[in-house]
Every structure is written in structure tokens, then in C-alpha cells.
């Protein structure tokens, strides 16, 4: 993960991200050992029920490894209750149903924890709204493990302005989705 400074991002396909937009960290304990842990947060399906309004689709076969693809679908039309019936007929009728993106994801980097050490996962994301990077780390603990969540994101056509707002609102839903993906 970069440190330091937000870098501009105008050169080749990407002249529509003004910078680097997001950067946080989301630190939990759990009460899992770090083996129990990684599964729970690398279950990318099981995120579509952790993070609101998205449903995640593993475009690769299992198991994840490197190279893994999978893709958070984002908006009303993609929650569970946008895919019933009576609520995707009145998202179709309002024309709400086209809101959302897909957030496109690679495994860089596949390490799960083993023989006391910490595990670690990269990811690229490569959609078309979102681009950047995230870094899961599960290491051991007194009292089972230590989940870290970094991420690193432009965000397309965002106004400058919504920045302050971006980062503590990131933190919210990623922290309430991964004490989430730790419970259930």
C-alpha cells in the first residue's frame, strides 16, 4: 500500500480520475482463529450480504488464489430486496433500476495464514467508476486474530468537495460489513 501523499492519476485510460480520493483502514479483533478469520473475510460472496445495496458474483472457479475475479454489483437493483419481485418492477417503472456499477476485482496477491505467520491478500480494482487498491491482513492474536483492511481508491467524476465526506463514510461501511463477515 502507498503511503504518504494522494498522486494524481491523468495519464492513459484513467484522465477521468482526478487523484487518489479514499485512502482508510479498517482494524477489527476476532474471536476466530487466524485460519477462521481468513476464510470469513475472503468469502467474496458472502460480502454481498455484509455491504449494503451489492451482491457479489466470483467470476473464476473456486478456490480463490491469484488471478481470482470476482465483481461487487452496487445499487438498488442488485440488493436483496431490489431482486424481489414487487420492488424490481417499481425499480424498472422509476428508472432506479439502472443506478449502480459493477466493481470489478483481482487477487493480486493470495497468501492465507499459516504456521503463525499473517496472512495477506491483494486486490486490484479495476472498474470502470472505481479504480485502485485494497490489502487484507489476518495475523495472529491474544484473542484469536487481528484483521487489517486498507484501501486505496479513486473514485470517477466524484467532486473534489465530497472528499472529507468519502474516507469516514468508507470506514463506516467496510467496518460494519467486516464485524459483519466476523459474526455470522
Known sequence: MARGRPRTARSGTCGAYHRVMVLFRVVRDSPHPPAETWRRVTRWERHGGAVPLTRMVVMTPAPTREGTVFVARTGPAHSRLGRTRPVAAVLRWTGAARLGF???MKVTLWQPPADGAAGLCHLEKLGEVIRGRAEIEVRPSAAGAL??????????????FLDPLLAPACR?????AMDRLLRD
Open 147 to 160: 484483521v487489517v483492511w486498507r484501501e486505496e481508491a479513486r473514485v470517477r467524476a466524484l467532486p473534489r
Open 102 to 104: 459493477d466493481d470489478p
Open 172 to 176: 463506516l461501511v467496510f467496518g460494519r
